[in-house]
C-alpha cells in the first residue's frame, strides 16, 4: 500500500476517539490498550503493518473480524473511500454498540459495525471480500473467513503468533508469514 495513503488515514483518523476516556491521553502510545471485555485497541505499529500487507485500494469491499472499538473499522472506511465498503464484525454486543457510536464521529457512511452471528465467523452473507482483517489470533488459518475471500482477494491474519497474509487464487491459497504479533484470541459467538 502506498505509504502516503496509510499515513492520510492515520491522520484523519484519532486513535483517542476511539479509547475510553481514562486511556485518551495515551492515544499516542505505541501499546495495546485494554478497552473492556477482555478486548484491546491494537498497537498503532500493528495496525500499520496490518493495513500494509492488506493493501486495501479504493473501492474495495473489506471485512473487518473483530473490530472492537471501530478504530480499525474506520481506518479502512477511509482507505477505501466511498466507493468501497467496509463491514465490520464484533462479538461483543457492548462493543458494537460503542464501535458504532465512535464511528458515527466520521463520515463513513460506507462503513458499519454489526454483531457477529451465533458461532459464525465473519459475514458470509456479505462476501466475497477483497480483502478481510483479523484483529484476533487464531490457532490455525480460518477457513472459514478464507471462504469468504473473493479470487485473487488477501486475508491478514495472525495466526499461532505468527502474522499471515493469506492470498486466494483461482487454483487455491498462497501463505506468506510475516513477522511475530501478540493479540486476543480470536472467538465466534
Known amino acids: 500500500m502506498e505509504q502516503d495513503r496509510l499515513r492520510a488515514a492515520f491522520e484523519a ?8 476516556p481514562a486511556l485518551r491521553r495515551a492515544a ?32 474495495d469491499h473489506v471485512l473487518d473480524v473483530g473490530s472492537g472499538s471501530g478504530w480499525t473499522t474506520a481506518l479502512l472506511g477511509h482507505l477505501v473511500g466511498e466507493t468501497g ?17 465512535n464511528l458515527s464521529r466520521y463520515a463513513l457512511p460506507w462503513a458499519s459495525i454489526r454483531q457477529a452471528a451465533p458461532g459464525v465467523l465473519g459475514l458470509p ?17 480460518p477457513t472459514a473467513l478464507v471462504e469468504q475471500l473473493a479470487t485473487d482477494g488477501r486475508l491478514v491474519a ?3 503468533g505468527r502474522m499471515l497474509v493469506v492470498r486466494r487464487t483461482a487454483s487455491g491459497t498462497v501463505v ?8 486476543v484470541p480470536l472467538v465466534s459467538s
Open 13 to 20: 483518523i484519532d486513535r483517542a476517539d476511539f479509547l475510553p
Open 28 to 59: 499516542r502510545a505505541d501499546q495495546a490498550l485494554a478497552i473492556g471485555y477482555g478486548q484491546t485497541n491494537s498497537q498503532p505499529t500493528t495496525v500499520r503493518d496490518m493495513l500494509r500487507l492488506l493493501d486495501v485500494q479504493p473501492g
Open 85 to 101: 465498503r467496509v463491514d465490520g464484525v464484533e462479538v461483543v454486543p457492548d462493543l458494537v454498540e460503542w464501535g458504532r457510536d
Open 125 to 141: 452473507e456479505r462476501a466475497p471480500y477483497d480483502k478481510i482483517l483479523v484483529s484476533a489470533e487464531s490457532p490455525s488459518v
Open 158 to 160: 495472525p495466526v499461532s
Open 176 to 183: 506468506e508469514r510475516h513477522g511475530h504479533y501478540s493479540f
